[in-house]
């Protein structure tokens, strides 16, 4: 905490309580979707699922409108729904509201938390992505954000990123905040480690489960060994 100035501190004024609990449950899955899918896709899910635990699962679809995804979002969040997986919605409040999703995942361009929570109510799941800023964090935590998600930390194909973040940051937030934090980009199980390590609460991850070899069970499977392990 020696590079956290008193305004950034400040913008807590839980900090000395939240820095005082420390407590935080292992690592957890966070599964996002591969950018484009069709109505077989929930069969690929089912077998993801089947792979090992997973805390959340993402409907990430880029390229078609709103309407189109709620025409394929009904299988899915009744997948979700039957093995307790929370389903989020990413980009739309609009969107995350018609479908009744568990939570969305707002970018920096995708809306206000606030006006999501407003929208949503108190149990909808708020996600924020942060890049690499600590100051974008401490304001989705104001704002009412229920995680932050830091990335990328590694190359990744399913994104265009012009932000590379480091395993430090994770560290700093734990630290810091109660907060679950998020981390996404280019994550597999060989590289995980250093984020399992150094604090994050949830790895998201799409194209190592989407493009394993052995199919998503596999590509699950492989991360829950890591997680089991850590
Ligand atoms: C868990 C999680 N973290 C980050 C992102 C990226 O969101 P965004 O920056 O809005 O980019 P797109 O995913 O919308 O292309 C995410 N979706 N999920
Ligand atoms: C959506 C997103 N935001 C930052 S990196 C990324 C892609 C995550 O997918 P992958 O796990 O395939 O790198
Ligand atoms: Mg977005």
């Known amino acids: 905490m020696t590079d956290f100035t008193d305004e950034e501190l400040a913008l807590d004024p839980h900090f000395a309580e ?3 609990k420390g407590f935080r449950p292992a690592c957890q899955l966070y599964l996002i979707s591969p950018p484009a899918i069709d109505e077989t896709f929930v069969d690929q899910l089912a077998q993801a ?3 090992g635990k997973v805390a959340a699962f993402q409907l990430r679809l880029k390229g078609i409108d709103d309407h189109a995804i709620a025409a394929l979002a009904g299988p899915i969040q009744a997948l979700c729904a039957e093995r307790e997986v929370a389903f989020i919605i990413n980009d739309s409040i609009g969107l995350a509201k018609r479908l009744n999703a568990d939570g969305v995942h707002l970018g920096q361009e995708d809306g206000d938390p606030r006006e999501a929570r407003k929208q949503l109510g108190p149990k909808v799941q ?3 992505t942060c890049h690499d800023s600590r100051h974008l964090a401490m304001e989705a935590g104001e704002a009412g954000a229920d995680y932050v998600a830091f990335g990328a930390f590694y190359p990744t194909t399913t994104k265009e990123t012009t932000h590379r973040a ?7 937030w734990t630290t810091l905040f109660e907060l679950p934090c998020v981390a996404i980009g280019g994550i597999t199980p060989d590289n995980a480690a250093p984020l399992i390590a150094a604090g994050a609460d949830f790895l998201a991850v799409s194209g ?6 052995e199919g998503p069970k596999a590509g699950v499977a ?4 890591v997680l089991d392990g850590a």
Do not use: K, Y
Not at 166 to 172: A, D, N, R, V, Y
Not at 208 to 213: I, L, R
């Open 126 to 128: 708020i996600g924020v």
């Open 166 to 172: 480091e395993p430090s940051i994770l560290g700093w």
């Open 18 to 20: 939240q820095f005082e």
């Open 208 to 213: 190592t489960v989407w493009n394993h070899p």
């Open 49 to 51: 699922f089947d792979g």
């Open 222 to 225: 492989a991360f829950a060994s």
